[in-house]
Nanobody, 115 residues
Framework: VQLQASGGGLVQAGGSLRLSCAAS????????MGWYRQAPGNERELVAE???????NYADSVKGRFTISRDNAKNTVYLQMNSLKPEDTASYYC??????????WGQGTQVTVSS
């Protein structure tokens, strides 16, 4: 499984961005996809995740501001980020996990929120 993330950029506080992660390869056994982020000096942390059936889970810090969604037909997962804050600045990574426990990572896309 290959993952291609896009959509990062520079935005002012209060603004919005939408990240996309397109998956290719064998998706038959993919059970969930998600977004993680990592700021300099910090560990990578979960932002949001979604199962194939559409169940979602969010980090407390982004609840009510971020929305994860997926288009199974396009093998793409999205992260709509609204009301962005400077503390959301990080490299954002998408991942996918399959039913065997394997985890796949895409390259990071940088999100920078200016105050």
């Amino acid at each position: 499984v290959q993952l291609q993330a896009s959509g990062g950029g520079l935005v002012q506080a209060g603004g919005s961005l939408r990240l996309s992660c397109a998956a290719s390869g064998s998706m038959v056994n993919i059970r969930g996809m998600g977004w993680y982020r990592q700021a300099p000096g910090n560990e990578r942390e979960l932002v949001a995740e979604i199962t194939r059936g559409g169940s979602t889970n969010y980090a407390d810090s982004v609840k009510g501001r971020f929305t994860i969604s997926r288009d199974n037909a396009k093998n793409t997962v999205y992260l709509q980020m609204n009301s962005l804050k400077p503390e959301d600045t990080a490299s954002y990574y998408c991942n996918a996990r399959n039913s065997y426990g394997s985890i796949f990572w895409g390259q990071g896309t940088q999100v920078t929120v200016s105050s």
